[in-house]
């Protein structure tokens, strides 16, 4: 029983791993933050370990957002951690073909623009009633609830469509993480605030980078008469 209480408290968010600048940063938010730099930097060198250190990342801030009662980007760990199983396995079994990168075009993306809209309003509700639903697990409100469920609906489809390399999949990340660095901030999570800045800059250069390619592709399908 010592063990398990040892254990709880050594992933707590008020058991300080290291005073750094002046701020007692816990062992999960180092965890986190760290993994989760890790994880983007492989993805970006297109390397396979991308995926099992995603779901480590995942495990920690399920636990990290469920103490600050962000129960959306909680429940979106949840996603992740099976995107991150999948994706490990489909990396293993790849083929190497070669998608292009494509844009959803207009009709797609106001269909897109509504799912979010919608998606955000039902996760909201269901969240604001995990207190009632469940006290005793859930002692405190939600916080910034349509904020926080909003940031968990579109990081699923920005996840899905990046599969599928569509060109609105980092605009939408762009979105996601400006939004992430507010709640964060507000949250007094700072190191993982500092994490989401560096995903925005990450965001950014996949904008350009991605929007660079896919007019490449249309000028090379234009030139070829396909």
Known sequence: MTEIISLKQFFALDFTFLVCFGYPLSLLEFLGTTSGLICVYLASRNHILTWPIGIFNSICFFFLFFQVQLYSDMLLQI????????????????????????????????????????????????????????????????????????????????????????????????????????????????????????????????CYHWYQEYKSNLLDSSISGT
């Open 79 to 206: 996603y992740f951690f099976g995107s991150s199983v999948y994706g490990w396995w489909v990396w293993r079994k790849r083929t190497g073909a070669f998608i292009k990168i494509q844009s959803l075009g207009k009709r797609k993306n106001t269909l897109l623009l509504f799912s979010i809209f919608l998606g955000t309003l039902l996760l909201g509700q269901v969240t604001s009633h995990f207190p009632i639903w469940f006290p005793n697990i859930f002692t405190k409100p939600p916080a910034f609830l349509y904020w926080d469920a909003f940031t968990t609906v579109a990081s699923i489809f920005a996840n899905l469509l990046l599969a599928q390399r569509k060109l609105e999949s980092w605009f939408l990340w762009v979105f996601v993480d400006i939004v992430c660095i507010v709640l964060y901030a507000l949250k007094a999570i700072p190191f993982v605030t500092a994490e989401y800045i560096v995903f925005l800059l990450i965001a950014f250069y996949g």
